[in-house]
């Protein structure tokens, strides 16, 4: 078993880490790591006398292991301060972490819809799994699932508190961290047992991959992991495996900008609500007086205050949040409006996003917004929510008459 963690960069900083963790691992001169497409490896000539080739050689098969994985999987298990394996995506991590604990009773958070499919599917084949929430007691509860920032509305639980309840129950806290990846939250500080990212998210960021990351706190089940990996064919694939590396690269810098841009917005949309509810505000001009009119509601981690956040969220919060309108139709009306953000699904990436997640997950309310803040200035985007919703007060206005 090769060890991936690699200690000479443990105390360095996120970017560091990501640049320089595995380079280690490679076998060629390049300075970038070459992408490697091959499926089959040559075998070693003379060791192939026993049925033991695994051990006398690390690459056979790529479904096994093939060296960019190798090397994003030390980069990640760096970043992550733990043991990372790599999935073809988020979903298929989550049944990954589901076939090595074997639970009997889950107990989940609010949590991004696709998941609860999973936990369906997983039912299915296991029989009888109960599910229950995360919110109420843990007898009998083998594993507690917990997303931390919320999708869709980026508000964050404090997780050392549900690792205490867990552990109490002596049950297992799985925690997914899609929304505030390194350097926003590190979940093993405030106890998590397993961590989940979809890289197609935050990690991958620029939404060109589909990945999924386990972080485990010991080797032991990340080397179980990678057997269900290669017994059912899993992994992602070479270029997505070799995408996620190069994006990791910039991972530091990506979302502690994001980050900061969103809270800017959060905050700006918060005064314009405010400010048509009550006459003791400031906003920005008086332009601005009735863009609030029609905002019902903005929530983020920022707006939150609750205690666990500054140690939970050492360079701040996601760049995920929501937006809640009177209607759907005002909703909606928003969505199409904006311009900088484009109107599609997902999140994390460098392009601003802004989905109606209703039409996807039945149970999202149809007057809110879920807004993923990219790249683009927060002046750029600011602007654009200025314009949708003047229209939107204009289209409202006129309708009336
Ligand atoms: C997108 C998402 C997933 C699923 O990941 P995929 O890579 O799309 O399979 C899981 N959890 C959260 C919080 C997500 O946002």
Not at 77 to 102: C, N, P, R, Y
Request: neutral net charge; hydrophobic residues 45%.
């Amino acid at each position: 078993m090769v060890e991936l963690k690699n200690p000479l960069y443990a105390n360095m900083s996120l970017s560091t880490q990501t640049l320089h963790a595995s380079k280690h691992l490679l076998e060629t001169p390049e300075v970038s790591p070459p992408i490697g497409v091959t499926t089959t490896f040559l075998y070693k000539k003379d060791s192939m006398e026993a049925n033991n080739y695994g051990a006398s050689q690390r690459y056979v098969y790529s479904r096994e292991g093939r060296p960019n994985t190798t090397q994003v999987e030390s980069t990640l298990s760096t970043a992550m301060e733990g043991h990372a394996v790599v999935f073809g995506s988020g979903l298929t991590a989550a049944l990954a972490i589901l076939l090595h604990f074997k639970p009997k009773k889950v107990a989940i958070g609010d949590s991004y819809f696709g998941i609860r499919r999973v936990l369906a599917q997983y039912s299915a084949v296991a029989g009888n799994v109960q599910v229950v929430s995360a919110e109420c007691g843990y007898e009998g509860v083998d594993l507690v699932w917990l997303e931390s920032p919320v999708n869709p509305t980026g508000e964050i639980k404090d997780i050392s508190c549900y690792a205490l309840r867990a552990h109490a129950a002596g049950a297992k806290l799985v925690v997914d961290a899609t929304l505030a990846p390194p350097p926003l939250s590190y979940p093993f500080r405030q106890g998590a047992d397993v961590v989940i990212h979809s890289a197609s998210k935050y990690l991958g960021g620029h939404e060109d991959l589909l990945a999924g990351v386990v972080v485990s706190r010991g080797p032991a089940m990340a080397e179980d992991l990678r057997r269900t990996r290669s017994a059912l064919g899993l992994g992602a694939g070479s270029l997505e495996t070799w995408l996620l590396q190069r994006s990791l690269a910039t991972l530091s810098v990506r979302v502690v900008q994001q980050a900061k841009t969103a809270a800017r917005l959060v905050a700006l949309l918060e005064s314009f609500r405010r400010c048509a509810v009550s006459s003791a505000c400031h906003v920005p001009s008086a332009a601005d007086l009735a863009l609030g009119r029609r905002l019902a509601a903005v929530r983020h981690a920022s707006l939150q205050q609750v205690p666990c956040a500054e140690a939970q969220h050492p360079n701040g919060f996601g760049a995920v949040f929501s937006v809640y309108f009177a209607s759907k139709t005002q909703a909606l009306f928003v969505a199409k409006q904006l311009r900088l953000h484009a109107f599609a699904t997902s999140l994390g990436g460098v392009h601003s996003l802004v989905d109606w997640r209703h039409a996807m997950d039945a149970t999202s309310e149809p007057t809110m917004l879920r807004v993923s803040i990219g790249l683009e200035s927060f002046d750029d985007l600011a602007a654009d929510w200025r314009q949708a919703l003047t229209a939107l007060d204009a289209h409202e206005c006129a309708s009336k008459l």
